[in-house]
Nanobody, 123 residues
Framework: QVQLVESGGGLVQAGGSLRLSCAAS????????MGWFRQAPGKEREFVATISWGGRSTYYADSVKGRFTISRDNAKNTVYLQMNGLKPEDTAVYYCAANFAQYSTDASHYDSWGQGTQVTVSS
């Protein structure tokens, strides 16, 4: 398995931006599809974005498309989530996840998870 540590969360006003980072250690980073998920209080964990092994393919939830950008730096073993135009409904704990087997939006396909980082967007 790979170990994941997120950072970059915080409190921001609506319309603002944050960049989340997820540092990976352990097995070869390029072996993993990486994803971001989030969970708001009282809600189920939901898919946000995913990026393929080499970074050429990305996919986003409709709710964040056009506002969020996922990227990865394989030399630094890090995946990023640039979040622009933040809305109060983006408030959640954001989790980084790694998937060894397939390019997927399904959380159950992800093998390793970080501890999460809180993002709070005030109106």
């Amino acid at each position: 398995q790979v170990q994941l540590v997120e950072s970059g969360g915080g409190l921001v006003q609506a319309g603002g931006s944050l960049r989340l980072s997820c540092a990976a250690s352990g097995r070869t980073f390029t072996s993993y599809v990486m994803g971001w998920f989030r969970q708001a209080p009282g809600k189920e964990r939901e898919f946000v974005a995913t990026i393929s092994w080499g970074g050429r393919s990305t996919y986003y939830a409709d709710s964040v498309k056009g506002r969020f950008t996922i990227s990865r730096d394989n030399a630094k073993n890090t995946v990023y989530l640039q979040m622009n135009g933040l809305k109060p409904e983006d408030t959640a704990v954001y989790y980084c996840a790694a998937n060894f087997a397939q390019y997927s939006t399904d959380a159950s396909h992800y093998d390793s998870w970080g501890q999460g980082t809180q993002v709070t967007v005030s109106s």
